[in-house]
């Protein structure tokens, strides 16, 4: 290797220089500061489990994200984290194993085998929240309503979500009896909202004209709250499971939408992001200018189940990395005060004061006279008499 490639990092894996880096950290404590603040107690989960736990449950999406490497001493596989949600999981049926609900969050990097979106990044750092033991309606108001109130305190004024729930496609998939195969390759289709291929597809392997009419509405049925009052007559005589589905839509509408006027709603009944793990409700949100989602969560009822204790759960993780490419223009840089070199005791206390204060105090090295320009230092100490003042540069 050449000394000029020594440097070079691979592929969608990247560091974060100082500007970025404090932006990044300044929204990530923001956002655990709002997530304590309804209730959510901060856990840290390791970098790297045994795939036995870290990968249970979690769908076939999480296991080709995931990098997996030979634990040393064990000899067994263990995977380095590609997402937190199943090790919250663990945590709350296992570590924890507390009774009624339980609110937990975290935030830290994740490691991608490959890049879930063009230009995305492969360690992207995560914040996000899960709630665990209530199967109602009010958990999954609760995370998206703080997922809402987070993006506001990202600094998005309007917010855009998308919204869906698996549980209308797996009612179909089931009253359809597809094999596991085909039910696979409608999925696929329905991604990618292929209307044609989607025709064509159940023309051939779907012989109930009501089935094949109700999955070729699925990709028609994406826009606003209105959507979901033509679904109800689309799906009049779908099985129960759906119907129950368009009323928890309908109820999280009626209360979002009064709650935060500002946050543009759009449901999509052929969104089914995360549908091998995710039972229910589905969201995303969305920024302008970007392509993939900076957040996403949604309802996943049978996760724990393999820890021995399935729980009721629902959540999101933000991508604080995505946040910050959206956000380069905004600076928070931080200006301080720079102390000339001295031995003087009396400066060093009052530089200790200052620093317990909050300010950012750098101090001279080496002859020093004046700050550089990357310290970012708009006042400075100086001695009067007795005492030290601090004045503008």
């Not at 094949?212 to 033509?230: H, I, Y």
């Amino acid at each position: 290797m050449s000394r000029v490639d020594r440097w070079l990092l691979p592929d969608g894996i990247e560091e974060m220089l100082p500007e970025d880096a404090s932006r990044v950290e300044s929204l990530r404590r923001r956002l655990v500061d709002g997530f304590r603040g309804w209730g959510y107690d901060y856990v840290i989960p390791p970098m790297v489990e045994f795939t036995d736990s870290l990968l249970t449950g979690s769908g076939s999406d999480i296991e080709l994200l995931t990098f997996k490497i030979t634990d040393q001493i064990s000899g067994k596989t263990m995977g380095i984290r590609a997402d937190m949600t199943p090790q919250a999981a663990r945590m709350d049926a296992h570590s924890l194993d507390r009774e009624g609900v339980n609110r937990l969050c975290y935030a830290g990097h994740v490691l991608h085998t490959r890049a879930k979106a063009a230009l995305a990044s492969r360690t992207p750092i995560w914040a996000g929240v899960e709630l665990f033991g209530e199967p109602g309606i009010d958990a999954d108001l609760e995370v998206i309503s703080l997922l809402l109130e987070s993006l506001a305190t990202a600094g998005f004024e309007k917010q855009y979500i998308d919204i869906g729930h698996v549980g209308i496609f797996r009612a179909l998939a089931e009253v359809a009896e597809l094999s596991e195969a085909d039910e696979e390759a409608l999925f696929t289709l329905l991604q990618a909202k292929a209307t044609t291929e989607i025709e064509q597809w159940l023309e051939a392997f779907i012989a109930d004209e009501d089935i094949r009419n109700w999955f070729n509405e699925l990709p028609r049925l994406s826009g606003g709250v209105n959507v979901l009052t033509k679904a109800q007559a689309v799906f009049a005589y779908a099985p129960a499971e759906v119907a129950a589905a368009l009323d928890e839509l309908i109820t999280l509408a009626a209360v979002l939408q009064p709650r935060y006027p500002q946050a543009q709603l759009h449901f999509d009944l052929s969104e089914l992001r995360g549908y091998h793990y995710h039972t229910g409700i589905v969201f995303g949100a969305f920024a302008p200018g970007l392509g993939e989602a900076i957040a996403n969560g949604g309802r996943y009822d049978h996760i724990g189940q393999a820890f021995g204790r399935p729980r009721p759960a629902t959540g999101f993780n933000v991508d604080l990395t995505a946040i910050s490419r959206v956000q380069q223009s905004e600076s928070i840089r931080v200006w301080g005060i720079f102390v000339p070199a001295s031995e003087s005791d009396k400066q060093w206390q009052k530089v200790r004061e200052l620093r317990a204060a909050g300010d950012r105090v750098v101090m001279a090295l080496s002859g020093q006279e004046k700050p550089l320009d990357h310290q970012s230092c708009d006042r400075v100490l100086i001695e009067n008499g007795e005492t030290f003042v601090v004045e503008s540069l």
